[in-house]
């Protein structure tokens, strides 16, 4: 393996403990397998030597982006080697006119946006790990996150991509016009978490870029915070993102982003208040008088830009700040908007039995969805508790499924919850065994050889 890898990557292809142990795990703790070496190819020349390699050799190869995810999807369970496309990272073209970007999968997101941004243009829908996630990451879990209740998942963002398959391959799936016949090859390989193959460029849909306005509303407690959020859903009204958190969650945001490495969840606080945050990319005085009449209806009034935009602020930086205080471990789960206040106490309940420190919060993925987002911190040097958040998190999507919900990408954690659609599960491995036959990409994620 050393030699062949060598000779097609020379200096980046890496076999020390050292260099192993950084990519034996994602943004969480709770899944870990270590691999048997890590490559960083540069064109699609090296992608297709590896295929045809690990072909011959029957190597498991999991691609990875920036390891921002917290499900396992690049974790290699089984091992095998890393793909690391840190350096397939240029934005290869940029079209006002037409209102595209090609970009290669290691691109970071913030470095997407900040390019289009001197076009006068962005991104419709960026996840919520940004500016730190690669846009390969995000377009193989068919992610959703700022954005998506306006313009909906990534998948609805993507005109083509260009895939070196399991079987090696290369080919487009789509078109820029959008529009190609038969079947949408394009929306297969989104979430298929690189269990098909590689993708090496990303045709995405550009927007131009718009000037925000954001508002909140405070209440008296989360389940008016909630309540709100369905009526707004009810309604015309089209912001770019709607937000919601309970009062814990606010604390911890708050004393995170002020540097406090010391900043605590208080069990106390929960439901005793919440708030709702929103931005809009079109504010008028129709969408000012509609959100007014709804929130006084719970008592509260509606605050337009000065303290939302400080919270917007805080909110954009929490993520990157949030690992000083320690390891979290979140589990966001799709849920019908008429249960998700039960989903929270549920989910509460089963923290405060297993004594985990959890936090809640989310945002509206659509007019019919709602992502919650348990947070839990963990201190990744207390195996007791690392077990005791994995047990939490098998729990949160064992009450989101009683309710109706869903789950977002399987990746290695949560494979299991396919063993109850078995139908699915073969349909699955079927088209799977079309692209890679020789079961080379990413075995073991999506329960799928």
């Known amino acids: 393996?050393?030699?062949?890898?060598?000779?097609?990557?020379?200096?980046?292809?890496?076999?020390?403990?050292?260099?192993?142990?950084?990519?034996?795990?994602?943004?969480?703790?709770?899944?870990?397998?270590?691999?048997?070496?890590?490559?960083?190819?540069?064109?699609?020349?090296?992608?297709?030597?590896?295929v045809e390699a690990a072909k011959k050799e029957g190597w498991n190869l999991i691609p990875r982006g920036r390891g921002t995810g917290t499900f396992g999807g690049a974790v290699p369970v089984e091992g095998g080697i890393i793909v690391d496309f840190a350096h397939m990272n240029r934005i290869e073209e940029v079209n006002k006119t037409r209102h595209y970007v090609r970009v290669q999968p290691g691109?970071?997101?913030?470095?997407?946006?900040?390019?289009?941004?001197?076009?006068?243009?962005?991104?419709?829908?960026?996840?919520?790990?940004?500016?730190?996630?690669?846009?390969?990451?995000?377009?193989?879990?068919?992610?959703?996150?700022?954005?998506?209740?306006?313009?909906?998942?990534?998948?609805?963002?993507?005109?083509?991509?260009?895939v070196i398959t399991?079987?090696?391959?290369?080919?487009?799936?789509?078109?820029?016009?959008e529009y190609t016949p038969g079947y949408n090859l394009c929306e297969l390989f989104v979430g298929s978490e690189g269990t098909l193959g590689f993708i090496t460029s990303i045709l995405?849909?550009?927007?131009?870029?718009?000037?925000?306005?954001?508002?909140?509303?405070?209440?008296?407690?989360?389940?008016?915070?909630?309540?709100?959020?369905?009526?707004?859903?009810?309604?015309?009204?089209?912001?770019?993102?709607?937000?919601y958190d309970d009062a814990t969650t606010f604390d911890f945001v708050r004393e995170v982003t002020l540097g406090n490495p010391a900043a605590t969840i208080d069990r106390n606080k929960?439901?005793?208040?919440?708030?709702?945050?929103?931005?809009?990319?079109?504010?008028?005085?129709?969408?000012?008088?509609?959100?007014?009449?709804?929130?006084?209806?719970?008592?509260?009034?509606?605050?337009?830009?000065?303290?939302?935009?400080?919270?917007?602020?805080?909110?954009?930086?929490?993520?990157?700040?949030?690992?000083?205080?320690?390891?979290?471990?979140?589990?966001?789960?799709?849920?019908?908007?008429?249960?998700?206040?039960?989903?929270a106490l549920r989910c509460w309940e089963k923290a405060d039995e297993l004594s985990v420190r959890m936090f809640m919060g989310g945002y509206v993925a659509s007019r019919r969805t709602l992502v919650l987002f348990p947070g839990m911190v963990v201190n990744e040097r207390d195996e007791?508790?690392?077990?005791?958040?994995?047990?939490?998190?098998?729990?949160i999507i064992k009450i989101t499924l009683e309710h109706g919900g869903g789950i977002s990408a399987l990746g290695g954690d949560k494979v299991g919850y396919l063993c109850g659609y078995p139908a699915r599960r073969k349909v699955m491995q079927d088209i799977k065994d079309v692209f890679d036959p020789c079961h080379i990409m990413n075995r073991g994620k999506l329960g799928l050889r």
């Open 270 to 343: 929960r439901n005793s208040s919440g708030y709702l945050l929103m931005v809009f990319q079109q504010f008028g005085e129709q969408e000012k008088c509609t959100l007014e009449s709804i929130v006084r209806h719970y008592n509260s009034h509606l605050n337009i830009g000065g303290i939302s935009a400080g919270l917007w602020k805080n909110l954009s930086s929490f993520l990157p700040k949030v690992y000083r205080v320690g390891m979290i471990s979140f589990e966001d789960t799709f849920v019908p908007v008429d249960c998700v206040f039960d989903v």
């Open 166 to 177: 399991g079987n090696g391959d290369e080919f487009s799936l789509g078109s820029v016009t």
């Open 384 to 395: 007791e508790e690392v077990k005791r958040v994995k047990v939490a998190k098998d729990e």
């Open 1 to 50: 393996m050393e030699h062949t890898l060598r000779d097609i990557f020379k200096e980046r292809a890496f076999f020390e403990p050292a260099d192993l142990f950084c990519y034996s795990r994602d943004a969480v703790p709770c899944l870990e397998g270590m691999p048997d070496a890590v490559v960083q190819p540069k064109t699609k020349k090296e992608v297709k030597s590896l």
């Open 107 to 162: 691109c970071s997101i913030s470095h997407i946006d900040t390019t289009l941004a001197r076009a006068g243009l962005q991104l419709p829908v960026i996840p919520w790990s940004s500016p730190g996630a690669s846009i390969g990451g995000f377009v193989a879990t068919n992610g959703v996150g700022l954005g998506s209740y306006q313009y909906g998942r990534i998948k609805q963002q993507v005109l083509d991509m260009t």
């Open 204 to 243: 995405l849909t550009s927007i131009n870029k718009q000037n925000q306005t954001v508002v909140s509303a405070f209440f008296g407690s989360f389940e008016d915070t909630l309540a709100c959020v369905q009526e707004v859903a009810l309604t015309d009204l089209c912001p770019y993102t709607i937000i």
